[in-house]
């Protein structure tokens, strides 16, 4: 039981530092949004895990939409493509060795996957413009921030694993 509160506990934690990355620290246009919001939901996937790495980025669409909407309404769409981010996360960085071409390998089945698939789909009905226009848009953001994020996930791991590890006690409260 421990480890279930302990776990819930580091999820809302995540699911508030994702709201703030997303909602604070981030730029947004109409068709592209560059933030910080991949740094807790790698870091929950690599920690909790597939299911509750996605459940947790879905948990933080809605409510970061409900408390900070910017005048936007909600599309469940883009809920869905935050499950499945932090879910492709989590497949392919939990409980594995974290390494370079490991968190590439994440970032880009995210960053084709949500961002160039799913989210331009949901923009091209959100918005009626031609999905040429959007993803063109997409294609050159995504491009700049794959190695970005990618090396920012590796070494933010890299620094805090061992302390991650030790207070955690992996093995024996998840």
Do not use: H
Not at 94 to 102: D, E, L
Not at 154 to 164: D, K
Request: glycine residues 6%; positive net charge.
């Amino acid at each position: 039981m421990y480890g279930n509160v302990k776990k819930m506990v580091l999820a809302s934690l995540f699911i508030a530092i994702e709201i703030i990355t997303t909602r604070f620290l981030s730029i947004q246009t109409p068709i592209i949004r560059i933030s910080l919001d991949f740094i807790p939901l790698a870091l929950s996937a690599i920690i909790l895990g597939p299911y509750t790495a996605g459940v947790a980025a879905a948990i933080a669409d809605i409510f970061g939409m409900l408390i900070f909407s910017r005048g936007g309404a909600f599309f469940p769409g883009f809920t869905l493509s935050a499950f499945v981010s932090g879910f492709l996360y989590g497949i392919i960085l939990y409980q594995k060795k974290i390494t370079i071409k490991r968190c590439f390998f994440a970032v880009l089945t995210v960053v084709i996957s949500t961002s160039l698939v799913l989210n331009t789909i949901w923009l091209v009905i959100i918005t009626n413009k031609a999905a040429f226009v959007i993803l063109s848009a997409r294609i050159v953001k995504d491009l700049i921030m794959l190695p970005i994020q990618t090396f920012v996930i590796y070494y933010l791991w890299r620094a805090i694993e061992a302390t991650v590890k030790s207070t955690l006690i992996f093995n024996k409260t998840f």
